[in-house]
């Protein structure tokens, strides 16, 4: 099978390779869709170092092995292979699993091929009425509704997002949802207009107003989202961090204990709650979808993911 891959020297190619036998526990699964995210792109400039098939969202349907239970099934995946015995995993906390796998992002071959393994208890059943187009999105939107569990919003006031690309629409359109008030502040008109459908008060940088905010959450994939992010949280609020960066972050400690601020890392999230919001029709999916390119195509399509601007870019994964 043909499978787009980055190797140690961050050179990046569609090559063959044989079709994953699943192990114990473990079902092959047929991709149809894989989604490029913003990770993807750092791993481009070597986050985690990681070599090997890219990519972790996806949707697809359990091609083996024939006695599985869900064979045949349309399904989603957890993208965190835990060991299931460490004492993290024990105590609940198994997407910090210390022998943890992170499929395309982490010792572990992704979605971007036509075939991936996972462990049955990672995958999430489809419902028959979404959609691929929709459930492509399940692990980027459950990654925005666990916001909500990083730090309760505050309904009496309004919180900020910052940045406007598919993560920062997905994060306002989830809060939006929860009856939260929310701000967003971006760089791009068309993204903006695309929030202020679901009533959320949308600025461009430039004309963001003074003032702070409780909770601020981060979402701009750059270090200057950060830096904005802090310089509009009150004092004792809590600055939500979501995107992730290859370099360091020059961060200097008297912004956080001065004002006595929080700074909370999120990362992953359930993804069955997000499966019910795609089944519901809740999320405008759609209007995020910038181009759908071939697997063959892949090198192509991750240049084109990194066009200022370009939302979300899908890979059809089918053979043929």
Known sequence: MLALQINAERQVAVKEMPRPEPGPGEVLIRVHLAGICGTDLQILQGYHDFQGVMG??????????????????KVVGEINVTCGRCDLCRQGMSRHCRERQVIGIK?????FAPYLTLPQ???????????????????????AMVVMEAVRPPYNSPLLVVGDGRLGLLISWALSLSKAEVHLVGHHEAHLALAQSYGITTFLEKDLPPGDYEVVVEASGAPAG???ALSRVRPRGAVILKSTYTGSYP?????????????????CGPLGPAIRMLA??????????????????????????QRPGVLKVLLDCREG
């Open 56 to 73: 972790h969202e996806f949707v697809g349907v359990v091609a083996g092995p024939r006695d599985s239970s869900w064979y045949g099934r």
């Open 107 to 111: 010792d572990r071959d992704g979605a």
């Open 121 to 143: 208890a990672n995958l999430v059943a489809v419902p028959l009425q979404v959609e691929d187009e929709a459930a492509v999105f399940t692990e980027p939107l459950a990654a």
């Open 226 to 228: 950060l830096d904005l």
């Open 251 to 267: 961060l200097n400690s008297a912004h956080l204990v001065v004002p006595e601020v929080r700074l909370l890392g999120s990362r």
């Open 280 to 305: 519901r029709g809740l999320i405008n999916y759609r209007a995020l979808i910038d181009r759908r390119f071939p697997l063959s195509q892949g090198v192509e399509a991750l240049e084109w993911a």
